[in-house]
């Protein structure tokens, strides 16, 4: 039988052997993203996949493209701060607002930054969900895919949601440049929730747009996004596999599950 030690050497050198790794099993990583040190646990998938060193490589190259170094940004389902630590890491002399509904999620994500002094001083968090109202939704995870969870459920834990808007006037915060979205299917209520925010300051936007939740939404949400966000003087684009981006007329047909949407007036100067 090969030693723990060995079987977590090999999931770092092959994304492929990750299942080679036990699950359930407590460790801290000390070099993700290089330097960072995070907390991981084998029975959460996303943080399987941080031990590679990096998470969502498309979606980290859009980071590193799109956000610049005083810039103010929103992570809208934060989860364990995969994604969070690398804009934090960017945006050092910016500010990071992170998003995060799930009790047990947000509290790793707590402990994550405070593992990392330094980046922790970037980092907002703010344990809610976001909506197109304030109040109350049901919290639940997902009970295939340990660590993924979502707000669209007729059962779970009662957790409070609030606006875009309302947390980008209460974060006191005078710019705003980049937000991520990956809400499991909500992504259209964040938006609408956001509009004057994103009327005022013209961030990139950058959404996840998986096919299912169409179905699951039983609306053509993507549509919806698409037409809001255009009337906003807003261009969209598809993520290629090699991490460069592409125009699109409409999101009819996903091209890509995280599409990118860019203020037209800043397009020539960032394409």
């Known amino acids: 039988m090969l030693p ?9 050198k092959d994304r492929r052997l990750r299942f080679l790794l036990p699950p359930d099993k407590a460790f801290i990583c000390e070099h993700y ?23 969502d490589p498309k979606t980290s190259a859009i980071i590193r493209r ?26 050092n002399q910016g500010k990071v607002i992170a998003i995060e509904p799930g009790p047990p999620i947000c509290s790793r994500l707590r402990n994550n930054l405070k593992l ?18 304030a109040g109350e939704l049901l919290w639940q995870e997902d ?24 947390v980008v006037k209460n974060s006191g915060i005078e ?12 992504e259209y209520e964040v938006i609408k929730g956001g509009l004057a925010s994103i009327t005022q ?11 299912p939740f169409r179905a699951i939404r039983g609306f053509d949400l993507y549509g919806q996004i698409y037409a809001v966000l255009q009337e906003m003087g807003y261009q969209h684009f598809c993520v290629l596999a ?11 047909v996903l091209r890509s599950p995280n599409t990118l949407a860019i203020p037209k007036e800043k397009v020539d100067r960032v394409v």
Not at 4 to 12: G, I, P
Not at 66 to 91: C, E, K, P, Q, Y
Not at 243 to 251: A, D, H, K, Q, Y
């Open 66 to 91: 799109f956000v610049s170094v005083n810039d103010v940004v929103i992570d809208v389902g934060a989860n364990v701060g995969a994604l969070t630590l690398l804009m934090a890491t960017v945006a």
């Open 201 to 211: 300051y013209r961030p990139f936007i950058y959404y996840e747009t998986l096919e």
């Open 175 to 186: 710019r705003l440049d980049f937000i991520k979205i990956d809400v499991e299917g909500m």
């Open 116 to 133: 990392n002094p330094d980046i922790q001083k970037t980092v907002d968090v703010y344990q809610i969900g976001l909506s197109d109202r």
């Open 242 to 252: 090699n991490g460069e981006i592409e125009s699109v007329s409409n999101l009819q």
């Open 4 to 12: 723990f030690s060995f079987k977590l050497f090999l999931a770092k």
């Open 33 to 55: 993203l290089g330097n960072l040190r995070v907390n991981i646990n084998t029975i959460y998938p996303i943080e399987v996949e941080m031990l590679t060193g990096a998470y």
């Open 143 to 166: 009970p295939n895919v340990v660590g993924n969870a979502g707000l669209l459920h007729h059962g779970g834990e009662p957790v409070k949601v609030d606006t875009l808007d309302n």
